[in-house]
T-cell receptor, first 113, second 111 residues
Framework: SQTIHQWPATLVQPVGSPLSLECTVE??????LYWYRQAAGRGLQLLFY??????ISSEVPQNLSASRPQDRQFILSSKKLLLSDSGFYLC????????????FGPGTRLTVT | RKEVEQDPGPFNVPEGATVAFNCTYS??????FFWYRQDCRKEPKLLMS???SGNEDGRFTAQLNRASQYISLLIRDSKLSDSATYLC????????????FGTGTKLQVIP
């Protein structure tokens, strides 16, 4: 069966510090991968998606970036965090099939102080 | 108009009650529809897909009305464990098939 991992589970970082969140998927190959952010009391906002290694599309301009160095690895980064980057970051995967559902990792709760 | 709209609730219902949520979407070309459940401070989990003919999974029934562009979720015989936020999800057409999440409807089942 497929499993999706994210780490760390929680993170407290000062403003201006760098960020690196990692997501890995097991049990499937060539998935679509997604990064979402959920601010407190808000809906899910799609940040990035990837259909393959090195292929990244950004949905919202911001100070975040994403990379996919391996088929089942997706990384979210920032060089300098802002207070507004605080939130619940979720990685998700789906198969490359029209209409397929997404499956989420356990998420990383980021607090920027 | 938001792409996907849900009543945020909360819906406070007694155990054993039947409760229904609606969700409207703006893009008539949307292809796929889902309901997710999200517990407090947890990741969303797929509850069920929504098919054109309607579908049922135990106490849960989902309906799709393409003409009016809304989907619904009916929960019968509510349990305390059903307390959560229910997210409506719409997936578009095309190569990427953009996924849009509603902000969710909060359900609290009361003993």
């Amino acid at each position: 069966s497929q499993t999706i991992h994210q780490w760390p589970a929680t993170l407290v970082q000062p403003v201006g510090s760098p960020l690196s969140l990692e997501c890995t998927v097991e049990g499937t190959s060539n998935p679509n991968l997604y990064w979402y952010r959920q601010a407190a009391g808000r809906g899910l906002q799609l940040l990035f998606y990837s259909v393959g290694i090195g292929q990244i599309s950004s949905e919202v301009p911001q100070n975040l970036s994403a990379s996919r160095p391996q088929d089942r690895q997706f990384i979210l980064s920032s060089k300098k965090l802002l207070l507004s980057d605080s939130g619940f970051y979720l990685c998700a995967w789906s198969v490359k099939l029209a209409g397929s559902e997404q499956y989420f990792g356990p998420g990383t709760r980021l607090t920027v102080t | 108009r938001k792409e996907v709209e849900q009543d945020p609730g909360p819906f406070n219902v007694p155990e054993g009650a039947t409760v229904a949520f609606n969700c409207t979407y703006s893009n008539s070309a949307s292809q796929s529809f889902f309901w997710y459940r999200q517990d407090c401070r947890k990741e969303p989990k797929l509850l069920m897909s929504v098919y054109s003919s309607g579908n049922e999974d135990g106490r849960f029934t989902a309906q799709l009305n393409r003409a009016s562009q809304y989907i619904s979720l009916l929960i019968r015989d509510s349990k305390l464990s059903d307390s959560a936020t229910y997210l409506c999800v719409v997936r578009g057409s095309g190569g990427y098939q953009k996924v849009t999440f509603g902000t969710g409807t909060k359900l609290q089942v009361i003993p």
